[in-house]
Nanobody, 122 residues
């Protein structure tokens, strides 16, 4: 099993940056792909980014964040990070870290963190 806890959320002005981190516990962390999803009030959960099990491995991004967000992982530290740049008010959401088989569909992820709130003011 893998336990996940996100951190780094907060309030930022439009155009600013935030770096989210997800700390994982559990011996099998290195065997999972990792993803970030977000959910805004009244909306469905949305895919943000994913990275394969290798540090520096394949990455994928949702269309709305391509070119602005960067996902990375450090298997030695058991962390996955999401660097968010050029933030927009529409990026406001609760951001979730997830571990599983990877990809852009939330059903392929088995473990989820409790989420961290990101609010972007205009």
């Amino acid at each position: 099993q893998v336990q996940l806890v996100e951190s780094g959320g907060g309030l930022v002005q439009a155009g600013g940056s935030l770096r989210l981190s997800c700390a994982a516990s559990g011996r099998t962390f290195n065997s999972y792909a990792m993803g970030w999803f977000r959910q805004a009030p009244g909306k469905d959960r949305e895919f943000v980014a994913a990275i394969s099990w290798l540090s520096g491995g394949r990455t994928d991004y949702g269309d709305s964040v391509k070119g602005r967000f960067v996902i990375s992982r450090d298997n030695a530290m058991r962390t996955v990070n999401l660097q968010m740049n050029s933030l927009k008010p529409e990026d406001t959401a609760v951001y979730y870290c997830a571990a599983g088989r990877g990809g852009s569909r939330d059903r392929t992820y088995d473990y989820w963190g409790p989420g961290t709130q990101v609010t972007v003011s205009s």
